[in-house]
């Protein structure tokens, strides 16, 4: 279910006082006179609403990603084409378009193949989209006849470009974990290098998911997303998933969406850092031990859930205003304790 984003525009009321009889309330003497002053209303004139082509102009340096996009939508096609700051509507509009095109990634396969002996699984992805896409996932060991999480052996890989139309061979050691089959799933995100995303422009965030260091910008990474969910709050999703994920509007859809395991107690730690074609991407493979927890569902059962231990990778891309965000969601490697 999508959020409504609705910007409503202010507009100053003004009440005029209303002047009152000073008497009493007793009757005038005989012979006397009585005269009555009617109240005058003065009415000021409200200062007109600038145009759509100023409101741009004003709001877009300031506002959250997903509150600028309504803002266009609402100008319209002539006010953005009138608006002096050419650069910030040519960079939303670019934004809004890398959007969409990661949209259109969801329910999308790209054609594989792959093989796997003792040590190692070969996976072979074409990239038949138009596009320049990454893939981030995990190869698994498992036995044939189960895909249970709690059996399987897994490790990560990502690769950070593949051409339109170009076929890549990824060789990824597995573990020895003596089991015969193997299985290999990924994510796909959109690649590109320009520094458009959903960051306010010219604002550096000042805050532990701009730091440097992976083990303070991801768990606050998780705890603003998770602070978002609370709120159903879709501006708090463009803190945390980049524009290039094929999981954002998504995310934006369901944020209204309950979520009755939202307040489980939930700790997160950094396995390993693979370090992506520059500072500004990198992949985290990482843990999740997840807490007993209890809730009672739509049909009023309650559901329990048993602590778990899980092990991940996802892909990163550093935004403009320094917050890492998801470019590729969770792909889970082992679900063993």
């Known amino acids: 279910m999508r959020r409504s984003l609705v910007i409503a525009a202010l507009t100053a009321l003004l009440l005029a ?4 009889d000073d008497s009493d309330g007793s009757e005038a003497a005989p012979g ?8 005058t209303t003065t009415t000021g004139e409200s200062e007109p609403e600038p145009n759509p082509a100023d409101a741009l102009c004003r709001d877009l340096p300031v506002e959250p990603y997903e509150v600028r996009k309504a803002l266009l939508d609402a100008a319209g096609e002539e006010a953005a084409a009138e608006a002096e700051c050419p650069d910030l509507v040519a960079d939303l509009e670019a934004a809004i378009e890398i959007e969409r095109t990661a949209a259109e990634l969801r329910g999308v396969s790209l054609p594989a193949e792959l093989l796997c002996d003792e040590s190692e699984l070969e996976l ?3 990239n038949d989209r138009e596009i320049p896409l990454g893939i981030a996932g995990a190869a698994r060991r498992h036995p044939e ?4 999480p709690a059996v399987r052996v897994g490790a990560e890989f990502v ?7 170009e076929t890549v061979v990824l060789t990824i050691p597995l573990p020895q974990g003596g089991y015969p089959s193997c299985s290999a799933g990924f994510e796909m995100f959109v690649v590109d290098e320009r520094p458009i995303d959903a960051s306010v422009p010219g604002v550096v965030a000042d805050h532990d998911q701009a730091s440097d260091d992976p ?3 991801f768990p606050a990474t998780i ?12 501006t708090g999703i463009a803190l945390t998933e980049d524009i290039r994920s094929a999981q954002y509007s998504r995310l934006v859809e369901e944020i209204d969406e309950p979520n009755p395991a939202i307040d489980r107690p939930i700790e997160y730690g950094v396995c390993k850092v693979l370090p992506g074609p520059d500072e500004r991407h990198v992949a985290v493979v990482y843990q999740v031990e997840r807490g007993a927890y209890s809730f009672t569902d739509e049909n009023g059962e309650v559901v329990d859930l048993p602590e ?3 092990v991940a990778v996802g892909a990163f891309r550093r935004g403009a205003d320094g917050r890492w965000r998801w470019s590729m969601r969770s792909m889970l490697l082992d679900g063993s304790a």
């Not at 006082?17 to 009152?20: L, T």
């Open 17 to 20: 006082s209303c002047g009152g």
């Open 32 to 39: 006397s006179s009585t005269s009555t002053t009617a109240a």
């Open 124 to 126: 072979t992805v074409t």
């Open 145 to 148: 006849d189960t895909r249970d």
């Open 159 to 165: 690769h950070w470009r593949i051409e339109p139309g």
């Open 215 to 217: 083990e303070v910008w």
């Open 223 to 234: 705890d603003v997303e998770r602070e978002a969910r609370r709120a159903t709050d879709p």
């Open 308 to 310: 778990d231990r899980l």
